[in-house]
């Protein structure tokens, strides 16, 4: 999974909990994206980074924050979690394609089911 | 806005006959397209993507697809199907946004019967 971990695998929390997810890669890659998969939804994107410290929202952003303070690193924490977000959770890295920019395919980790009861 | 669509939820075919698994695609501008695969309890695998060039773009697997620019199209396809190539297959479409903001398909589920 081309150099992209995920932490935890799998995870049970309770409504109104505070969850983190971990994504690590050992790729020095520029962009880390995390993702949300849910049937009929196919894979939507919740916040992205371009770089140490800069972060921006994607399409599923609410009841969501995230931080990278080291390359490797790009944390997801739910604040207060609900059961609306019980789903597969994916990180996914891009590098920078030097014919091409930043229009270089993205590379995902293993995932992370995480249960909202 | 973006958006994209995979008109199949299934797609059976047998094993050794041709495969093809659908996409159509909105988007402003030149549109960069990709296709990925994900097999049970598995992260997304690249398979191919178009960014300019020749419309048939060849990727892992023996997969192939065809971009046709009026039509929206981008098309997923093999020659001959094997049982191993049953999985979940995603269409993602990036623009305009930048960053690969990619949009992604719902998926089609190909099923490959011996």
């Known amino acids: 999974d081309a150099g992209i971990t995920q932490s935890p695998r799998h995870k049970v929390t309770e409504t109104g909990t505070p969850v983190t997810l971990r994504c690590h890669q050992t790729?020095?890659?520029?962009?880390m994206y995390w993702y949300r998969q849910d049937p009929g939804h196919g894979l939507r994107l919740i916040h992205y980074?371009?770089?140490?410290?800069?972060?921006d929202k994607g399409e599923v952003s609410d009841g969501y924050s995230v931080s990278r303070s080291k390359t490797e690193d790009f944390l997801l924490t739910l604040e207060s979690a609900t059961s609306s977000q019980t789903s597969v959770y994916f990180c996914a890295i891009s590098g920078m394609d030097k014919r091409e920019g930043s229009r270089a395919e993205q590379f995902f980790g293993p995932g992370t089911r995480l249960t909202v009861l | 806005a973006q958006s994209v669509a995979q008109p199949e939820d299934q797609v059976n075919v047998a094993e050794g006959n041709p495969l093809t698994v659908k996409c159509t695609y909105s988007?402003?501008?030149?549109?960069?397209l990709f296709w990925y695969v994900q097999y049970p309890n598995r992260g997304l695998q690249f398979l191919l993507k178009?960014?300019?060039?020749?419309?048939l773009v060849k990727g892992s697997y023996g997969f192939e697809a065809e971009f046709n620019k009026s039509q929206t199209s981008f098309h997923l396809k093999k020659p001959s199907a094997l049982v191993s190539d049953s999985a979940l297959y995603f269409c993602a479409v990036g623009g305009a946004g930048g960053y690969n903001k990619l949009i992604f398909g719902a998926g089609t589920r190909l099923a490959v019967h011996p």
């Open positions: 980074s371009y770089g140490v410290k800069d972060t």
């Open positions: 790729e020095n890659h520029r962009y």
């Open positions: 988007v402003s501008g030149n549109p960069y």
């Open positions: 178009y960014i300019t060039g020749d419309n």
